[in-house]
Every structure is written in C-alpha cells, then in structure tokens.
C-alpha cells in the first residue's frame, strides 16, 4: 500500500506520533510519504523522514507573555478559509502525482477535502474534538468549533485517537464521541514505539520542555531565575525556537537532540505544557509531571485534569505562574506517585491497532 500521512506542524507531537506510525507501516513494507510545515517539517527532516514533502500551513497558532493568545490566534487565523484551501490543492497535486491508497490526516483538515475529491480513503488522527476547559462552556468560538469540527470529522472514513482506552484515556474531557458515530472512533492507544527498559532510570533532573513556540521563553527565564535561587536543583531544559536562556552550572539549555527519551529516563519530574505525546513519554517513564497551563487553552486544561484525577501530577494555570508558586509546584510533583502503565503499553499496541484500521480502509478504497 502507498500512504500519505499530512501532519500539522503546530507543535512537535503530530509529527512525533506520525513518524512512529508512519516508519511501523515501512516496517510492513509499505510505502509512506510525510508532509507538513513548520515544526512538523523541520521535526521531520531533522529525523531524515525520507518522502517528505512541505506543504502550506493550515493555521497559525500565536501567544504573548509566555502563554497561548486566542485573540492573537484568530487574528493570525483570518485567512484560515483560503488556507485551508491552498493546503488542499497542495495534497490534491501529491494524491494525484503519487496516486495514494490511503491519506492520514493527523489534525490536517485540507487533506481530507483532497482525498474525498480523488475518491482515497482518508484516516483523521486527533485527541481532541471538544474545546470547552474545565467550567468553560459559554464561550461562543469553542462553541462554534465544537460544531463546526465534529461534523468536518463525519468526511473521514474513520478517526483514530491516539490515546489508551479507558480508564487510562489522558484525552478524555477532549474527545467526546457524537451519538450514533461510536463505531467511527478508535482509541488505539499511543503509536510510541519505546520501552523504558532500554535506558537507566534515575531521579536526577527537572526535565523541562515547551515545544519551540517563541511565546514560551518567558516561562523558560522564570524557570532558569528559579534555577540561581535553587543550586540543589538541575534544569534539563529543551526548545526547538532561536534562542534560550544561557546555560549555567544547574540549567542546561539544549536545542534539538537526537534522543530526548535519554534525558527523560534521568528526570525527576518533567515540567510540560500537557500536550498529549509528551504526557505519555512521561508516564511511561513514570515521571510525575507539572503542567503550567495556557490560561486559554481548553486542551492543556483537560489533559492537567485528567493527570491531576489519576494522580500523575499537578498543574498550574499559567496566569498565576510566579517563581514562589513554581517552587512550591515542584516540590509538591516530586511527591506524586504516577500509576505503572509500560506493562500495559505493549500489550496495546496502538501502532499495530491504528495500522490495521489505515490498511483495512484503503484495502476496501480498492474494491
């Protein structure tokens, strides 16, 4: 089979957990081409995804003051029609010069207008399709999305969220799955292929990474301030923008590195944003988790919840985020005790069970 898998590049997660799978389905022997832009594609190419193609962004995602900006997103996102429609020309040209059995979706909407218009089976990979945090339910762009994506979804053949099923589902105030559509939804579990037992675990560090938004680098220098306060501490600290703050004897500032799972096995906790890749990196590796929250942002709301309910960590609303607060924050996610889940995780098998549903409806796309 030949598949395409069209990720979003807002964030480094899309492409982490399209690059398990897609690299699973190579494994097959199937052939599998990646596009994407920004993050995605830098992410991709500095993996040497091989078939990689660059492709229009979709939407833009902004923020000011370290932290997720809704107004400055919609803003951002006025054209948000046209490019859409750009993005779906620049996959149709793909679909029709490589002629496809399946496109893979992974939150990338004008990739599934392409593939219905070329009549190819189209998979739609998302942990999210509710967009109400905690106690927010009024507001009317969250409410408009809500209707506006889950009835976008019923073009996919089928959607697949990467997540485990209950009762370990991370997403689960994310996803609300419609009346009626029970059979279209999949919770396959996570497409990690990682086993913890690989590398030596040890409680040594504050691993701490934000993805490479620019908007972030407030919280990164309140971090590293904490960091001069606190020599008992190490900062293990990651971010994929421009710059960051300059490292020092207990704050080790990186870049981009190979193998981001090595320094994860060697924290004590790991201070995120509560994007869903990272959250399952981090209970697999049993590390507690400290969630600062974008004060806007429904997704990170519902993920802290979920982790704070199953006792895998603590969060933090970013608004109230001060170097005191944090300080308190990290001592108090040094004392949580996440529940073992990398026995489960291999009998799950969420690359293997995602596979399948992608195989079985571009095999049926041909009769």
């Not at 999949?186 to 934000?210: A, E, N, V």
């Not at 938004?213 to 421009?242: N, S």
Request: proline fraction near 6%; charged fraction near 20%.
């Amino acid at each position: 089979m030949k598949v395409l898998f069209v990720v979003c590049g807002e964030g480094l997660g899309h492409a982490s957990r399209s690059l398990h799978l897609g690299h699973y389905l190579q494994q097959q022997g199937h052939s599998v081409h990646f596009a994407g832009y920004g993050k995605s594609y830098d992410f991709m190419e500095q993996h040497k995804c091989s078939n990689l193609h660059h492709i229009p962004r979709e939407v833009c995602l902004e923020g000011e003051d370290g932290f997720f900006s809704l107004k400055k997103t919609l803003l951002c996102s006025k054209w948000i029609v046209l490019d859409m429609a750009l993005s779906a020309i620049s996959i149709s040209r793909l679909i029709s010069r490589h002629r496809f059995d399946c496109v893979v979706c992974d939150t990338m909407f004008g990739g599934v207008f392409a593939a219905r218009i070329h009549r190819v089976p189209v998979i739609f990979i998302t942990n999210q399709n509710h967009f109400n945090g905690p106690g927010s339910t009024t507001n009317p762009v969250w409410i408009i999305l809500n209707f506006l994506v889950r009835r976008y979804l019923r073009l996919a053949s089928q959607i697949i969220v990467p997540d485990y099923p209950p009762p370990y589902t991370v997403s689960e105030y994310n996803v609300i799955v419609p009346p009626g559509e029970e059979r279209d939804y999949h919770f396959t579990g996570p497409f990690l292929d990682l086993d913890p037992g690989r590398y030596t675990l040890t409680q040594s560090t504050i691993f701490t990474s934000f993805g490479g938004e620019p908007y972030k680098l407030p919280l990164y220098q309140m971090l590293r301030d904490i960091a001069d306060r606190h020599k008992e501490l190490f900062f293990d600290v990651f971010y994929t923008g421009t710059t960051l703050p300059e490292s020092s004897e207990n704050f080790a500032s990186h870049g981009y590195v190979p193998n981001l799972y090595e320094h994860l096995a060697r924290a004590r906790i790991a201070i995120v944003h509560g994007g869903l890749t990272t959250l399952h990196e981090a209970m697999l590796f049993e590390k507690p988790v400290l969630i600062i929250m974008d004060p806007n942002h429904p997704e990170q709301q519902n993920n802290a919840r979920k982790i704070v309910d199953m006792g895998a960590g603590t969060s933090v609303d970013g608004r109230l985020a001060t170097c005191d607060v944090l300080e308190k924050k990290i001592a108090e996610t040094m004392g949580c005790c996440p529940r073992p889940i990398r026995n489960i995780h291999p009998m799950i098998d969420g690359r293997k069970k995602a596979a399948e549903i992608i195989l079985g409806a571009a095999n049926r796309g041909q009769h």
